[in-house]
């Protein structure tokens, strides 16, 4: 299992993914460009010192990430067409996060394999990243049994 994303805009929303992934076993995925310097100054408050046991991978962009990544993309997205109560996750998947500000572009969107939403109540736009993040890997873990984690 793995965590992708996507151009990501803050650095505090990856250190505490980077951090969460680390906890839950799942390595990560930075797809380029992101909207900030990376760096262990940069992810130091919020990656705390996970980031070094960590296992991170950069990619220059989407197609080099595509390239890499031969697992099924599950991506994260309010239009998502299956409520997270119906995904069935698999120990290989790719859970892809969108940035802060943009998401993904379309193209990015329709090569998802699934698209999943995390529900909420009416009239809210969208969750934290790095909440919505955490709800999908503590649930794929859960799924497909921690003993899949990776170190």
Do not use: K
Not at 13 to 34: H, Q, S, W
């Amino acid at each position: 299992m793995r965590l992708a994303l996507h151009e990501p805009d803050i650095a505090g929303n990856v250190g505490t993914l980077i951090r969460t992934a680390t906890c839950f076993g799942v390595a990560v995925d930075l797809i380029e460009p992101m909207g900030f310097p990376y760096s262990d100054r940069a992810l130091a408050r919020s990656a705390m010192d996970y980031a070094a046991m960590a296992e991170v991978v950069r990619h220059a962009d989407w197609e080099a990430f595509r390239a890499a990544t031969p697992g099924r993309i599950v991506l994260a997205t309010t239009l998502g067409a299956v409520p997270l109560p119906e995904m069935a996750f698999r120990p290989d998947d790719v859970i892809l996060l969108g940035s802060e500000g943009a998401g993904v572009p379309r193209a990015v969107h329709d090569a998802a394999n699934i698209r999943v939403r995390v529900p909420m109540r009416e009239g809210v736009r969208s969750l934290n990243v790095a909440i919505t993040g955490g709800i999908l890997m503590a649930e794929a873990r859960r799924q497909t049994g921690w003993a899949h984690m990776a170190g």
